[in-house]
């Protein structure tokens, strides 16, 4: 049996990560085997270029080969493989995150992120995306409260707020693939919300 497919996304502090926990449990409660990933990342390999990605200053068209290349190994060696042993693969962003912080935030060229993506997963593609949607001015505060902020967290609201537009362009282009979550409310009720998703999804 072909597994599932799974992404997750948002502008930085949308609170995907304590989503993303609560998720996995309602799946795993229903007897699938759940593999829980992230991009930049997921491999050996694409940890390093994570690394690379959320602490040096680089050009866009090198930050967007890097995340490509990363995306790469992470395809060939966890997602398909993982999939083809029946398992829910629930990946913490994958190529909509380079429209949105790429091409929406940095103004990279779209048609190049196309023949990108063209070339390295065709038209392998998520089987459902979350969008956990929120104004950036908010999340902002949310992650001043949390921790110390990477690269792409630091950067400005206006950046954002062009990262969030990219996102719901891409959720109006691709509504039968996207799911979107208003994460401005309490976290518990987002929670209580994706339980009831996922109980029976899929």
Same mark, same amino acid.
Do not use: C
């Given at each position: #049996? %072909? ?14 990560? *304590?989503?993303? =926990?609560?998720?996995? %449990? ?27 990605? !959320?602490? =040096?200053? #680089?050009? @866009? =068209? *090198?930050? *967007?080969? !890097? ?15 993982? #999939? ?5 693969? !629930? ?6 995150? *380079? ?26 593609? @998520?089987? !459902?995306?979350? $969008? ?15 921790? %110390?902020? &990477? ?5 400005? $609201? &206006? ?19 996207? $799911?979107?979550?208003?994460? #401005? ?6 929670? &209580?919300? $994706? ?8």
């Amino acid at each position: #049996m %072909q597994g599932r497919f799974i992404t997750f996304e948002g502008i930085d502090g949308a609170g995907k990560s *304590t989503q993303i =926990e609560v998720i996995h %449990q309602a799946i795993k409660a229903r007897g699938i085997e759940v593999v829980r990933t992230r991009e930049p990342g997921g491999t050996p390999l694409s940890e390093k270029i994570r690394e690379l990605l !959320l602490t =040096e200053s #680089m050009q @866009p =068209e *090198t930050e *967007t080969l !890097l995340f490509f290349a990363s995306r790469a190994e992470h395809i060939a060696r966890v997602i398909r493989p993982a #999939m083809a042993r029946g398992a829910w693969v !629930l990946s913490d962003r994958f190529t909509d995150a *380079t429209y949105a912080y790429q091409v929406g935030g940095r103004g990279f060229s779209a048609e190049k992120v196309e023949a990108l993506e063209e070339w390295t997963h065709g038209g392998f593609q @998520p089987d !459902l995306t979350v $969008l956990f949607d929120i104004e950036p001015q908010v999340a902002a505060e949310r992650l001043a409260k949390a921790r %110390q902020l &990477d690269r792409f967290e630091k950067e400005s $609201l &206006d950046f954002f707020t062009r990262v969030r537009e990219a996102y719901l362009t891409r959720a109006r282009q691709y509504p039968e693939r996207f $799911l979107i979550i208003n994460s #401005m409310r309490d976290k518990d009720v987002v929670s &209580d919300e $994706l339980r009831r998703i996922f109980a029976t999804w899929g």
